[in-house]
């Protein structure tokens, strides 16, 4: 079975700071893990996606995320916070050929001045 | 950009009641799906639907769910007899292609569902 876990359902951060989004997952196969975000009265965003072609995978809004199999883990990052960033922040996993989904519990992301 | 947009934003219902959820995915997927999302707790998956058929569900789909491509546009959810667990955020989403692997969803806002 696949799982996700989001460490942290609430991070806050300074503006110019660095973001650390925590997501660690579960799957006895290779698994296919994304990032989604939902800034407030918005669907889901796809942020970035990791596919297996490169560990380090960049997305969108300067993001990005890095797989580590050893670790199982598939934390998301920013250089630099900015307020914009506010939000709620999702990992997700699939594994083989089904078309579910499993999402983690999610991260709301607060930045301050 | 192209989205999927759900309605209602906020429906309430009363304890038994029917409800139905709308959505109309981006005009070129193939593949519609919903997820909920009870407050506080973890997105989850409910039912997959390609080509006028349920392709995949979960547990939590049970008989008085149900999901209809009434048009070439909308894709509905339906619950009938609702439960006050049955509260929690809806979101639509469709995709382009199906199947696994890193097939992109692409969802909507969500419709809040408060059953009484």
Not at chain 2, 36 to 48: A, H, M, N, P, T
């Amino acid at each position: 079975a696949q799982s996700v876990t989001q460490l942290g359902s609430h991070v806050s951060v300074s503006e110019g700071a660095l973001v650390l989004l925590r997501c660690n997952y579960s799957s006895s196969v290779p698994p296919y893990l994304f990032w989604y975000v939902q800034y407030p009265n918005q669907g889901l965003q796809l942020l970035l996606k990791y596919t297996s072609a490169a560990t380090l995978v960049k997305g969108i809004n300067g993001f990005e995320a890095e797989f580590k199999k050893s670790e199982t883990s598939f934390h998301l990052t920013k250089p630099s916070a900015h307020m914009r960033d506010a939000a709620e922040y999702f990992c997700a996993v699939r594994t083989g050929t089904a078309s579910k989904l499993t999402f983690g519990t999610g991260t709301r992301l607060q930045v301050t001045l | 950009e192209p989205e999927v947009t759900q309605t209602p934003s906020h429906q309430v219902t009363q304890m038994g009641q029917e409800v139905i959820l709308r959505c109309v995915p981006i005009s070129n997927h193939l593949y519609f799906y919903w997820y909920r999302q009870i407050l506080g707790q973890k997105v989850e998956f409910l039912v997959s639907f390609y080509n006028n058929e349920i392709s995949e569900k979960s547990e939590i789909f049970d008989d008085r769910f149900s999901v209809e491509r009434p048009d070439g546009s909308n894709f509905t959810l339906k619950i009938r007899s609702t439960k006050l667990e049955d509260s929690a955020m809806y979101f639509c989403a469709s995709s382009e292609v199906g199947g696994g692997g890193a097939n992109v969803l692409t969802f909507g806002a969500g419709s809040r569902l408060t059953v009484l």
